[in-house]
């Protein structure tokens, strides 16, 4: 594996060592109070220097989250989805980067415990609740982001195996993460494939100066005729772009509709504090009915969005199949409400939100990315429209 152009470990904000040790998280109280006390004070610093801190990650492991929803007997907590979301939702609240980490880190431990063999899980899922190992989620391509029938990077057998060649960008996490969940398109379809980031031919390029989670590490991943044994494969190819890519779609849309719950919540919350204490002509930005206006569409969407993440976070733990469009939904809702009312933050704060000394300028950056990844919101909307379409003829 090579890795070219990754910034020194010193680029990275030091973690104040006074700080106590992380406590277990197991919903969304216990992750609000891991939030405020490890995550969103240091927040600004981690988009500033491009990357989340190696202390950080391990007090996440400490907390138990990066697979909680993981069961008991592969290292988890057994948490149910609509838990995760909370917690998830948290985590935005605070940085939506290291949102950004669990996110695709929950795609690849929930892909090897849905879909792998018991040797796959056996091997993968107890480092992956442990945060031992780390995965990132390898789909876009230079040419391919939401149109996944796009897709170049190619899985051919060879002797048993596989050798894998592509390039995959706008991976989150792939700067620092131990293993790739790889789609590649195979002679029958399009495969699921597990590499470890020593792999001979694996190469690691990072991509800075995004406009928005600037700390969630992403990189260009390369592979260049990269050989993997037999093993590396999850579930039969044939469906994956039918069943696997689905499911792990879902739980991505899943987390990023939580994260930008999150980036609603910490607008509503900026805004009403800044309001609060800052006056136009002696009476206070918050006695403004204009100012009201602006909060009071804050509180009313943040609660519609998080009411759409329950619903669907409930029919997964129930196993409803409208689970997926449900997701849809709450995902499209909550990412554009991120996306407005992160504006309208921003326009509340004036000249301040503008610059570095308060957040909301970070949220308005994050929550535009909520619109684009995991599905841009164009995508969904046509996506939901068809649901739409299907009942009225059904």
């Not at 007997?73 to 290291?98: K, N, Q, Y």
């Amino acid at each position: 594996m090579t890795v070219t152009g990754v910034a020194p470990p010193a680029a990275a904000p030091p973690v104040p060592a006074e700080r106590a040790a992380a406590r277990p998280v197991t919903g969304r109280s216990s992750a609000r109070a891991f939030v405020d006390t490890h995550v969103a004070p240091y927040a600004d610093a981690y988009d500033r220097a491009g990357r989340v801190p190696e202390e950080l990650l391990r007090r996440v492991a400490e907390a138990g989250l990066w697979a909680p929803f993981l069961p008991p007997e592969a290292g988890g907590a057994g948490m149910d989805w609509v838990t995760l979301g909370e917690v998830h939702e948290e985590v935005g609240r605070g940085c939506s980067s290291l949102r950004s980490l669990l996110t695709v880190h929950t795609m690849a431990a929930w892909t090897v415990q849905r879909w792998g063999s018991p040797e796959q899980r056996e091997r993968w899922a107890p480092a992956f609740a442990a945060g031992e190992r780390l995965g990132a989620f390898c789909l876009s391509e230079p040419g391919a982001g939401s149109d996944t029938s796009g897709i170049t990077t190619t899985a051919a057998g060879s002797g048993g195996g596989w050798v894998l060649n592509g390039v995959k960008k706008w991976t989150t996490g792939g700067q620092r993460a131990d293993v790739f969940l790889v789609f590649a398109r195979t002679a029958a379809s399009i495969g699921a494939f597990l590499v470890p980031r020593d792999t001979p031919g694996v190469e690691v390029r990072p991509i800075d100066d995004m406009l928005g989670t600037r700390a969630s590490m992403l990189a260009e991943i390369s592979f260049t005729d990269v050989v993997l044994d037999r093993d590396a494969l999850l579930g039969p190819s044939g469906f994956t772009a039918g069943m696997v890519l689905t499911g792990t779609l879902d739980l991505g849309r899943y987390s990023v509709a939580a994260g930008s719950v999150g980036i609603v919540q910490a607008c509503l919350e900026a805004s009403a504090a800044y309001a609060a204490s800052r006056e136009v002509g002696g009476t206070p930005l918050a006695k403004l009915p204009l100012i009201q206006a602006k909060l009071s569409d804050m509180v009313t969407d943040a609660r519609a969005a998080r009411l759409l993440l329950a619903e669907a976070g409930r029919l997964k733990d129930a196993g409803e199949a409208s689970t997926i469009m449900a997701t849809w939904v709450a995902k499209y809702f909550a990412s554009t409400a991120a996306a407005r009312h992160a504006s309208e933050a921003v326009q509340i704060h004036g000249a301040n939100g503008c610059g570095t000394g308060y957040p909301v300028a970070r949220y308005y950056r994050d929550a535009k990315v909520m619109e684009i990844i995991e599905g841009s919101n164009e995508i969904q909307r046509m996506t939901i429209a068809g649901v739409a379409d299907r009942e009225k003829t059904g």
